[in-house]
């Protein structure tokens, strides 16, 4: 059956499961004259430059991780946190694996997605990366520490908790991390940069902000649901009229009298 003969329904069937067009297939695609078959010819080629400009930014990307490849490296984990900034809960850091043979699409810095897609694509990595591990430090931990030496030993949790011994270690940040026997590189913006980094950085930020959501729970009036701990003016509104909570971090400004 000619193209010309599909009615637009089994067109638009056909073109959903295919990738690649033949020189022919697009040439008797083109030569058709109903507005409906060339809205989906274009719709089809749309389709195909972004998939081909999501494949190439995935590949730029895993750059970090295929140069320390081509050194000999095989076991890279990326090493990301969530929560430096927040006046509340604790910091959670990620330590993740990806598995050479599994890309998974739309993967990048966690700022830039969604709570859906984040959602969406933390479930992707837990099922195909190599392997992750998930550490954190309180906000007692903070207050005794400081947040950065906390943020720190929450990365150094996270890594004692993969399941693969790594080769070498990728980090978020300007700062490798202290007393880790790993071989490490720090990498500024490193989640815009580093594919095992971003996936690190999805999985600590949607497990704090279900830290939060719990923490919600029990206090309610300072609106963890919304701000995930972050000094927002709903949040100082409530500092100031309740005070702090238990999980307020004390060594950080809080305004409240």
């Given at each position: 059956?000619?193209?010309?003969?599909?009615?637009?329904?089994?067109?638009?069937?056909?073109?959903?499961?295919?990738?690649?067009?033949?020189?022919?297939?697009?040439?008797?695609?083109?030569?058709?004259?109903?507005?409906?078959?060339?809205?989906?010819?274009?719709?089809?080629?749309?389709?195909?430059?972004?998939?081909?400009?999501?494949?190439?930014?995935?590949?730029?990307?895993?750059?970090?991780?295929?140069?320390?490849?081509?050194?000999?490296?095989?076991?890279?984990?990326?090493?990301?946190?969530?929560?430096?900034?927040?006046?509340?809960?604790?910091?959670?850091?990620?330590?993740?694996?990806?598995?050479?043979?599994?890309?998974?699409?739309?993967?990048?810095?966690?700022?830039?997605?969604?709570?859906?897609?984040?959602?969406?694509?933390?479930?992707?990595?837990?099922?195909?990366?190599?392997?992750?591990?998930?550490?954190?430090?309180?906000?007692?931990?903070?207050?005794?520490?400081?947040?950065?030496?906390?943020?720190?030993?929450?990365m150094k949790r996270a890594i004692e908790k993969l399941s693969l011994l790594p080769?070498?270690?990728?980090?978020?940040?300007?700062?490798?991390?202290?007393d880790c026997n790993f071989k490490q590189k720090a990498i500024k913006k490193g989640?815009?940069?580093?594919?095992?980094?971003?996936?690190?950085?999805?999985?600590?930020?949607?497990?704090?902000?279900?830290?939060?959501?719990?923490?919600?729970?029990?206090?309610?009036?300072?609106?963890?649901?919304?701000?995930?701990?972050?000094?927002?003016?709903?949040?100082?509104?409530?500092?100031?009229?309740?005070?702090?909570?238990?999980?307020?971090?004390?060594?950080?400004?809080?305004?409240?009298?």
């Amino acid at each position: 059956m000619s193209f010309e003969q599909m009615t637009i329904a089994e067109l638009t069937e056909f073109l959903s499961e295919r990738e690649e067009l033949s020189a022919a297939e697009a040439k008797m695609l083109e030569s058709d004259n109903r507005s409906g078959a060339k809205a989906l010819l274009r719709r089809f080629y749309k389709q195909k430059e972004l998939r081909l400009r999501e494949e190439a930014r995935l590949q730029n990307m895993l750059s970090e991780e295929r140069q320390l490849q081509n050194a000999g490296f095989e076991a890279i984990a990326g090493v990301d946190e969530a929560g430096r900034g927040p006046l509340a809960g604790p910091v959670v850091a990620a330590a993740v694996i990806l598995n050479p043979d599994q890309v998974i699409s739309d993967l990048k810095d966690s700022k830039q997605l969604s709570a859906a897609a984040r959602e969406k694509i933390f479930d992707q990595i837990v099922f195909n990366a190599g392997c992750y591990g998930i550490g954190s430090a309180s906000h007692q931990e903070i207050d005794q520490l400081n947040i950065h030496v906390a943020a720190m030993l929450a990365m150094k949790r996270a890594i004692e908790k993969l399941s693969l011994l790594p080769d070498f270690i990728l980090v978020d940040g300007g700062f490798t991390i202290r007393d880790c026997n790993f071989k490490q590189k720090a990498i500024k913006k490193g989640d815009d940069r580093s594919l095992s980094i971003a996936a690190a950085s999805v999985l600590a930020k949607v497990t704090r902000d279900k830290i939060m959501v719990g923490l919600d729970k029990e206090y309610p009036q300072y609106g963890f649901l919304r701000n995930m701990g972050y000094g927002t003016a709903e949040h100082c509104e409530a500092l100031s009229q309740f005070g702090p909570c238990p999980v307020h971090r004390r060594s950080f400004r809080l305004i409240y009298d």
